[in-house]
């Protein structure tokens, strides 16, 4: 019963580098997320995707790109990453956009020296 | 002002105490209603969803006051385990199924 899995668990990279986190969920779920939680803000959105090859921005897209090919993925890349990129990054899947909940991955805690 | 906004806290409270949250919400097309348990920043996992009529889930009790635009959840003989973030979260079905999170309110469960 994996459910939800994301990759890495932790990362350190520097700054200009572009690094990719990784979501896998076994579950079919249409709707994938990436949320990004930092102290004073909670957690924000990024992207979503409601199926795949279809994204859509969220609240704090700038800086970051993903992609849905298959269901079961939705990896999130940072092109360049920035010191401001550093945050929690949570994967999350529902079977709807609203009306279900949402399930989340144990997170990637992502360091940018 | 906040679209979601919950006691700040924290709430210490012995064991066996009842300790009660609120949430306010500012949108009124907002449709869905839960409430998620966070420890210690990992991952936020579901508690409970908040139905019109109200729902109870053993020692948790959660209610829906639409008119007041107001969400509660109630912890009954609360446990250590209880000590964690609650994190109030509504769904707007007017922007596409957004789903605005609450900041949290902390709980501190003491022996």
């Known amino acids: 019963d994996a459910g939800i899995t994301q990759s890495p668990r932790y990362k350190i990279t520097e700054t200009g580098r572009q690094v990719t986190l990784m979501c896998h969920q076994t579950w079919s779920h249409s709707y994938m997320f990436w949320y990004r939680q930092d102290l004073g803000h909670g957690l924000r959105l990024i992207y979503y995707?409601?199926?795949?090859?279809?994204?859509d921005k969220g609240e704090v897209p700038d800086g970051y790109v993903v992609s849905r090919s298959k269901t079961e993925n939705f990896p999130l890349t940072l092109e360049s990453a920035t010191r401001s990129q550093t945050s929690v990054y949570f994967c999350?899947?529902?079977?709807?956009?609203?009306?279900?909940?949402?399930?989340f991955g144990d997170g990637t805690r992502l360091s940018i020296l | 002002r906040k679209e979601v906004e919950q006691d700040p806290g924290p709430f210490n409270v012995p064991e066996g105490a009842t300790v009660a949250f609120n949430c306010t919400y500012s949108?009124?097309?907002?449709?869905?209603f839960f409430w998620y348990r966070q420890d210690c920043r990992k991952e936020p996992k579901l508690l409970m969803s908040?139905?019109?009529s109200g729902n109870e889930d053993g020692r948790f009790t959660a209610q829906l006051n639409r008119a007041s635009q107001y969400i509660s959840l109630l912890i009954r003989d609360s446990k250590l385990s209880d000590s964690a973030t609650y994190l109030c979260?509504?769904?707007?079905?007017?922007?596409?199924?957004?789903?605005?999170f609450g900041q949290g309110t902390e709980l501190s469960v003491k022996p």
């Open positions: 949108n009124s097309a907002s449709q869905s």
């Open positions: 979260v509504v769904t707007l079905y007017n922007q596409g199924g957004k789903l605005i």
């Open positions: 999350a899947s529902s079977e709807s956009k609203g009306r279900q909940p949402q399930h």
């Open positions: 908040v139905y019109s």
């Open positions: 995707s409601a199926a795949a090859d279809i994204t």
